[in-house]
């Protein structure tokens, strides 16, 4: 009997840690407990008072009809030991999953059952790493961190560098994902539009995250982010957090409550006649990630809504930071690896305070403008050059690494200063 206890208990704890767990419904609620003025600002989606009346930073204009709208990611990769500091391979094959899942694009959208794939809608939303941070430099838009916290609970203490985690960027031009290790089952959480600017952005637990390096089954398909983008993007669990509640859409069926696993379609839940049951595979269930394949057209025109003229995602439709040849600078010179450029000698390298350039042959220095320009691009000393032996002293700058171009030879020398 005892045996038979115990191997309840076992098998219970780990179908539940097999089942998906969002933490975007208590975090609602314990964000409205701590700050009741939220309940109206959630309502309202962070509308202006009017629509029409647009704020600095805004686009001054609406979406268009089938208008690809393109949206700045940064990832805050907060990580305490190496097995949490995922690679830029798994951060990148989850913006995959989201510009497949998010444009009709994905393998599966087969799977959606018949009767519900006239609903189906491609999003035309799209995701790029940011290419320009908010200060307008080149960024590979991944911010790794270390931390010294264990993990993270699901009130917003990762989005504060001042808690061990990191702030976000300007949320009127980024989406800000947030990719650590989270306390209990809670794979992740989204803030619903018309939160907190400093706190506006998505979580996502680091073993769910993208589709490639180590996965927690069955969660190895990105669909955790997918889903937790959802809610970013306005979008309620079908079942509306109630007993056959409603998430506000109108193509979406009724729902009692939440499915786990990848039930057997028809999955007829009983909240008035519906013959298909359950949209059981819609992104917005807590289904396997295997098992989810599908937006509706309701859900397409909720999430598309926000981005229009007066409401609270309309400034995505005038950012640049997709676009790299936007940053100050322009792209980084390719540099001869190390050693010098033909005839020139430069050294010491790496340096601690006054480089030397010289040569045999003054005639390719002097007069030649040697130019140092940091690893965003920008310029950050230039001098003359008078004679066949030269010294730059690199004092003003921060240890770090640079790059040395002399005169037109079109040849740059990577530095590292001590
Ligand atoms: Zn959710």
């Not at 983008?229 to 957090?241: A, M, S």
């Not at 009983?270 to 992104?283: K, T, V």
């Not at 790496?350 to 140092?372: E, F, G, K, R």
Request: hydrophobic share 40%; charged share 20%.
């Amino acid at each position: 009997m005892r045996f038979l206890l115990i191997f309840c208990c076992i098998s219970i704890g780990f179908s539940a840690l097999g089942q998906r767990n969002c933490g975007t419904p208590g975090y609602v609620r314990e964000q409205v407990r701590l700050n009741p003025a939220l309940a109206a600002a959630y309502a309202s989606e962070g509308r202006t008072e009017q629509r029409g009346q647009t704020t600095a930073g805004e686009a001054q204009r609406d979406t268009l009809l089938n208008e690809v709208i393109t949206i700045p990611v940064v990832i805050h990769l907060l990580y305490k030991g190496n097995e949490q500091n995922i690679s830029d391979a798994q951060i990148r094959s989850q913006l995959a999953v989201l510009n497949r899942d998010y444009r009709l694009l994905n393998a599966d959208t087969g799977f959606t059952p018949a009767g519900f794939k006239p609903r189906r809608a491609d999003v035309r939303i799209q995701f790029c790493l940011a290419q320009v941070d908010p200060r307008g430099y080149r960024t590979t838009g991944i911010v790794r961190k270390q931390t010294n916290n264990d993990y993270f609970f699901a009130d917003d203490g990762m989005k504060f560098s001042a808690g061990g985690g990191d702030d976000a960027w300007d949320t009127k031009q980024y989406l800000n994902i947030w990719v650590c290790n989270m306390f209990g089952r809670v794979l992740g959480y989204g803030t619903p539009p018309g939160g907190p600017a400093a706190k506006d952005g998505v979580v996502i637990m680091y073993d769910v995250f993208g589709t490639t390096g180590s996965l927690r089954a069955p969660f190895t398909k990105g669909r955790t982010t997918t889903h937790e983008v959802g809610h970013w993007l306005g979008l309620k669990h079908l079942w509306g957090d109630d007993d056959c509640g409603d998430d506000g859409i109108d193509d979406t069926p009724r729902q009692k409550t939440f499915n786990f696993g990848c039930p057997a379609f028809p999955h007829l839940s009983g909240c008035g006649s519906n013959g298909n049951g359950d949209m059981f595979m819609n992104f917005m269930d807590y289904t396997d990630d295997a098992c989810m394949n599908i937006f509706t057209a309701g859900q397409k025109k909720k999430m598309r809504s926000l981005f229009a003229q007066g409401n609270v995602r309309n400034s995505f439709l005038v950012t640049m930071a997709c676009d790299s040849t936007a940053a100050q600078g322009g792209p980084l010179p390719d540099p001869v690896p190390a050693g010098d450029v033909a005839g020139i000698k430069v050294f010491p390298n790496p340096v601690n305070d006054v480089l030397t350039i010289s040569s045999v042959n003054a005639a390719l220095l002097v007069d030649q403008v040697a130019v140092v320009t940091n690893i965003q691009g920008v310029k950050v000393l230039q001098q003359r050059l008078l004679h066949a032996s030269n010294k730059i002293s690199l004092a003003p700058l921060p240890a770090g690494i640079y790059f040395l171009r002399i005169g037109n030879s079109g040849k740059t020398i990577r530095i590292v200063r001590l």
